[in-house]
């Protein structure tokens, strides 16, 4: 079975500092990586996901997540936030099987983004 | 708003008594799941559906817990018998079958309060 750790449950930054928001993962297989973002009183929202190839992934909104398989580590990255970006972020891992995916979720990551 | 919408978003009822959420997936999407959330954990798998068919129930949380797609379409998730411990938000997404990617679309969830 898969799982997913998130070792920091907040991280504060200030408006424009870079941020780097740690995921570990552990599987004896093959895996699929996600981070969703949750915003709040909304739903989750997929971020990025590693699924195959380049191991640097990237988002719409400046985010980016570099995928290690010898460290088992996904860690997303932002060069400079935004007050905007202050959300949940949880990372997540899937292992293709028979065509369905059941990710397992890390328990999240809140950043903090202050003026 | 063709995204995933759930019903009730809150839903306060007294210990003992039995509840009813629904889900209504992305209308392509044949796979539907559910989950729960709990405060400061990632969303935990419940189970999950493709088209009318459910896959996967061995990780619904006791038997007081059933799920039911019955066209394909919409879903609901009961929990009978409720108890203080099944305060959580609940967690629906759908996925298309051949998604390629194992990339979920979550509803805004139902926050459950059991007093």
């Known amino acids: 079975a898969q799982s997913v750790t998130q070792l920091d449950s907040q991280v504060p930054v200030f408006e424009e500092a870079p941020v780097e928001l740690r995921c570990n993962y552990s599987s004896s297989v093959s895996v699929y990586l996600f981070w969703y973002v949750q915003y709040p009183n909304q739903g989750l929202q997929l971020l990025l996901k590693?699924?195959?190839?380049?191991?640097l992934v990237e988002s719409i909104n400046g985010f980016e997540a570099e995928f290690n398989k010898s460290q088992t580590s996904f860690h997303l990255r932002k060069p400079s936030v935004h007050i905007s970006d202050t959300a949940e972020y949880f990372c997540a891992v899937s292992v293709p099987s028979g065509g369905s995916y059941i990710p397992t979720f890390g328990r999240g990551t809140s950043l903090i983004v202050h003026p | 708003d063709t995204g995933v919408s759930q019903n009730p978003r809150h839903k306060i009822t007294k210990r003992g008594q039995n509840v009813t959420f629904r889900c209504d997936p992305i209308?392509?999407?044949?796979?539907l799941y559910w989950y729960r959330q709990t405060l400061g954990q990632g969303p935990e798998f419940l189970t999950y559906?493709?088209?009318?068919?459910?896959?996967?129930k061995s990780r619904l949380l006791s038997d007081r817990f059933s799920a039911e797609r019955p066209k394909g379409s919409f879903s609901t998730l009961e929990i009978q018998r409720t108890e203080q411990g099944d305060s959580a938000m609940y967690l629906c997404?759908?996925?298309?079958?051949?998604?390629?990617?194992?990339?979920?679309?979550f509803g805004p969830g139902t926050r459950l309060t059991v007093t």
């Open positions: 997404a759908s996925s298309p079958r051949i998604s390629g990617s194992g990339e979920q679309y």
């Open positions: 559906f493709q088209n009318e068919a459910q896959l996967e």
């Open positions: 590693y699924l195959s190839g380049s191991t």
């Open positions: 209308s392509e999407h044949n796979r």
